[in-house]
């Protein structure tokens, strides 16, 4: 099947810090979509994003589909910001059924 | 925006009880789904729902599980006799290949 690997596992930001997190797969894709766990388990959808670049606030996102790589940016970041960031990819061969990547550990620190 | 609403946010449940997760689609979406996570897990596909029948499902999604939509708005999960192991945060979705959208999810602790 598929591989979404999520780079970097874990990283730690000072408030107002910028960061790059990357998400490389290894197979054509429908569809990507990037996701934020709060500390509270919650999902909050983020970016439905098979190409191209979309922006939402401080956060931004591109897609390169034919280079297999996503990268979600995050400005000036706030504590609120912390939390789990998941790369989710729904390979061409089957809808709405997602690969999730390990996701990358966030913590924003005042 | 329009949201996958998640009834309850949070649910304990003794082992052996059945219990059923509540989802609220997206109006127009045809296609439904769940996911499970396990604490410190990805999150994992459990099965899709489409025209008021199972699509595909995991090797996860054995008999103790199943699905129903019904009323034509709900999308329920029902896990009849709860393990231990069922313990995990369960995220229901909804589409039509233009996007999914997903809930924010529901905790199950099996105690």
């Known amino acids: 099947g598929i591989q979404v690997e999520q780079s970097p596992p874990d990283l730690i930001l000072q408030e107002g810090a910028n960061s790059t997190l990357r998400c490389n797969f290894s197979?054509?894709?429908?569809?990507l979509q990037w996701f934020h766990q709060n500390p509270w388990g919650q999902l909050i959808n983020l970016f439905y994003i098979p190409s191209g670049t979309k922006q939402n606030g401080r956060l931004s996102a591109t897609t390169v589909a034919t280079e297999r790589y996503s990268l979600l940016y995050i400005s000036s970041s706030q504590t609120t910001d912390s939390g789990v960031y998941f790369c989710a990819v729904e390979p061409g061969d089957s809808w709405g059924k997602f690969q999730f990547g390990a996701g990358t550990q966030v913590v924003v620190t005042p | 925006e329009p949201e996958v609403t998640q009834t309850p946010s949070h649910q304990v449940t003794q082992m052996g009880q059945e219990v059923i997760l509540r989802c609220v689609p997206i109006s127009n979406h045809l296609y439904f789904y769940w996911y499970r996570q396990i604490l410190g897990q990805k999150v994992e596909f459990l099965v899709s729902f489409y025209n008021n029948e199972i699509s595909e499902k995991s090797e996860i999604f054995d008999d103790q599980f199943s699905v129903e939509r019904p009323d034509g708005s709900n999308f329920t999960l029902k896990i009849r006799s709860t393990k231990l192991e069922d313990s995990a945060m369960y995220f229901c979705?909804?589409?039509?290949?233009?996007?999914?959208?997903f809930g924010s999810g529901t905790r199950l602790t099996v105690v």
């Open positions: 979705a909804s589409g039509y290949r233009g996007g999914y959208t």
């Open positions: 197979d054509s894709v429908n569809n």
